[in-house]
């Protein structure tokens, strides 16, 4: 591929047959994740960093490695695809530099993943088995590399698992990464306490992309219960004067709040300025 480096081979491998180890070294829960950042930095000072390319210039970690929160209805649309697509995005929908195009070979391949991130704590959240791999040749290649963390499902039982997890209040990320091909890859189904990119979102480092809507709040229907505020991940619902009030830049529009809300009082609204949706075309869903 033009432009896939030496490295991006070598970092796709080892993130590709070596999830847990990355991830939990990534959000420093494992001992080696204090080695390793001293081993980078003695890199990077005997072997200093080359000028990057112009398609390079100003990308930071955030922009190789990221996912975009997208509603229920979104996760499903990806795992029910019945063809092979290529979707070129504007960078208004995925507005990072090194992700422009959804790409699927063989769609209706999908593994269901113990989730690393979950899978690098104590005591996780349960189930595990809740990461989504979509599409060749990452479905074959992480379930070849790890048979007994992952099973073969089909895409009916794909969106069951995105409507339970949605139940439980966890929330859904379309991920993308530059060692994997630079391409839409999976869907994490995730919550605040063990995801390492939302935890990462929190310190300030911008991993997540908002899905293009925020939730607004009917005050008629609001009864002030804080039901939709218990269930954000991201911490963006509070109740003020009796009403739920939404933190419009802490919001990712992930509807959560939308469907656990007992009183209907949530909706998701288009917000241009936080981004825009990911769409597929009907005639290439399965459903």
């Known amino acids: 591929m033009p432009g896939y480096s030496f490295f991006d081979l070598v970092h796709g491998l080892v993130y590709g047959y070596f999830p847990y180890l990355y991830i939990a070294i990534g959000k420093g829960e494992h001992p080696l994740g204090r080695a390793a950042g001293r081993v980078w930095g003695t890199w990077r000072r005997v072997f200093p960093a080359r000028p990057k390319s112009e398609e390079k210039k100003g990308v ?3 922009d190789t490695y990221h996912g975009k929160a997208i509603p229920l209805e979104t996760a499903k649309q990806l795992v029910s695809v019945k063809q092979d697509l290529t979707i070129s995005y504007p960078e ?3 507005p990072y530099p090194l992700a422009r195009e959804l790409i699927l070979h063989d769609p209706n391949h999908i593994i269901a993943l113990d989730c ?3 899978a690098s704590k104590e005591n996780p959240c349960q189930p595990v088995d809740v990461c989504l791999i979509v599409g060749e040749p990452f479905a074959s290649m992480v379930a070849e ?4 963390r992952t ?6 039982r794909a969106r069951e698992i995105l409507e339970e997890e949605e139940q439980r209040g966890h929330v859904h990320h379309a991920f993308f990464k530059d060692a994997m091909l ?4 999976a869907i994490c189904n995730c919550c605040a306490c063990c995801c390492g990119a939302m935890q990462a979102q929190r310190n300030g480092t911008p991993m997540l992309a908002s899905s293009g809507y925020l939730s607004r709040v009917d005050e008629a229907a609001c009864q002030g219960c804080g039901t939709c ?5 991201f911490s963006a619902i509070s109740v003020q004067d009796g009403y739920s009030v939404v933190d419009d830049v802490k919001c990712m529009g992930c509807g959560v709040c939308v469907s656990h ?3 209907d009082a949530m909706r998701l609204e288009l917000a241009p300025w936080k981004g825009q949706p990911m769409t597929l075309p009907a005639e290439m869903l399965a459903i």
Do not use: L
């Not at 590399?145 to 007994?148: D, G, K, L, R, T």
């Not at 099973?151 to 009916?156: D, G, L």
């Open 60 to 62: 930071g970690f955030a």
């Open 92 to 94: 208004q929908v995925i």
């Open 116 to 118: 690393p991130c979950r």
């Open 145 to 148: 590399s790890h048979p007994s």
């Open 151 to 156: 099973k073969w499902i089909t895409p009916e």
């Open 182 to 185: 630079g391409r839409f890859y």
């Open 229 to 233: 505020g218990d269930y954000c991940q």
């Open 261 to 263: 809300c007992p009183n």
